[in-house]
């Protein structure tokens, strides 16, 4: 996806208050038409990246480039861009219809045409037309943040920036709309540039995926590059739940994982790490019958089982570690708490990764 010329680059890109280095030397390219996240810890410096991206905060160092044009100076109302916020920033007092036409009016277009476009709006975000003269208090959470996308699709901007709209809503609505926003990006054809805490709101929705740490751009890569080649620990478990073994890299190419008491086969590694941890995703691992059966094998017991919907996830006493597994719920394992079970993984299924 990142091909093409960039709509929007940045470059060195750094935001200081007081002696924080909120956002530290970030270089980016977005690409036009594309869906990219930002995605970090709760004051890894997300929001002033994005600010700064959206013309909201000057950056103390570096420039930002909209279609190749330095925009550093220009207001964030005289850029082709606009923001939906968390909070969502509607006018309370007003209609549905006032709050989605507001641009327009600015615009000075006139009242038929205001109309008519809004209509159109109402049907991309999927807003029934009767909501047109209601007033926007009276909407329930998901109707508030379709009238707050249909507002910034009015101004026909080049590039929406969105700043943790989902982030204060139930998590079933939140699901439905992470579904809708990727549809309206794709109906749209428009450049999305999202931040949020959750890297799975990420995987569902991005092109790709920039991860931020203490105000540093880390790994940016596709939400299959960042599952599957997790720059550091920091990154696989910032994914959720992932069974992350310290190793020590042998002479014979083994890894010694002392937590274990074993030795595992693992990838072949070209980046010299000689100790770090091999990472091995829940629905990689799986119960054995036998040590054949898969590359690696540990022992362990069985300490409990949950339900999960479609899928079940174990938990595996073994040595120190307690090992996650994942399987869909018609593969379940039978078996009983306390149990001696065996598990393995494969080592194209496993990962190393630094600190
Ligand atoms: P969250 O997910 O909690 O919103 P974030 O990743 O968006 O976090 P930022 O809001 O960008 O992080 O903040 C990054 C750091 O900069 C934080 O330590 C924050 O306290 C600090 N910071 C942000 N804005 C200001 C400001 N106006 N003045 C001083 N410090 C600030």
Redesign the pocket.
């Known amino acids: 996806m990142a091909e093409g010329a960039p709509i929007l680059r940045i470059e060195n890109l750094t ?1 200081v ?2 002696k ?1 280095r ?2 530290n030397d970030v270089s980016l390219d977005i690409v036009d038409g594309e869906f990219f996240t930002i995605v ?12 700064m991206l959206a013309g909201l905060e000057k950056p103390n160092a570096g420039d930002v480039l909209l279609r190749g044009n330095r925009v550093n100076d220009v207001p964030a109302n005289k850029r082709p861009t606009c923001m939906v916020f968390q909070s969502l920033a509607l006018f309370n007092h007003r209609t549905v219809g006032q709050n989605i036409e507001f641009a327009l009016k600015m615009r000075g277009v006139s009242r038929a045409a205001r109309r008519e476009r809004c209509e159109e709006l109402m049907k991309v975000v999927r807003l029934p037309q009767e909501f047109y003269a209601k007033g926007v208090t009276k909407c329930s959470g998901g109707e508030r943040q379709r009238v707050a996308l249909a507002r910034a699709l009015a101004s026909d901007p080049d590039i929406m920036f969105f700043d ?1 709209p989902l982030s204060a809503i139930d998590y079933q609505l939140r699901k439905l709309l992470e579904v809708e926003l990727k549809d309206l990006h794709r109906e749209t054809g428009k450049t999305f540039v999202y ?1 949020t ?1 959750s890297l799975e709101e990420a995987m569902v929705m991005s092109d790709r995926i920039g991860i ?1 740490q203490a ?1 540093r751009l880390i790994q940016i890569g596709t939400p299959d590059e960042i599952y599957t080649k997790p720059l550091n620990k920091f990154v696989s478990e910032f994914m959720g739940e992932v069974n992350t073994l310290p190793v020590q890299v042998g002479s014979d190419g083994k890894f010694d994982c002392a937590d274990l008491g074993s030795q595992f086969l693992g990838p072949q590694t070209d980046n010299g790490i000689q100790s770090g941890y091999l990472v091995i995703r829940p629905e990689s691992m799986r119960f054995l019958n036998d040590p054949s059966e898969a590359d690696n094998h540990v022992k362990g017991s069985l300490f409990n089982e949950y339900a999960m919907g479609s899928r079940v996830q174990y938990h595996v006493r073994a040595g120190n570690q307690m090992l996650v597994i994942e399987k869909l719920r018609e593969m379940a394992f039978r078996g009983s708490i306390n149990d001696d079970v065996m598990i393995g993984w494969d080592v194209k299924d496993s990962v190393l990764v630094s600190d």
């Not at 970090?40 to 600010?51: A, D, E, I, N, Q």
């Open positions: 935001k208050f007081g924080l909120a956002v970090g810890p709760s004051g890894s410096g997300k929001t002033t990246l994005l600010r943790e931040i805490h931020m105000g």
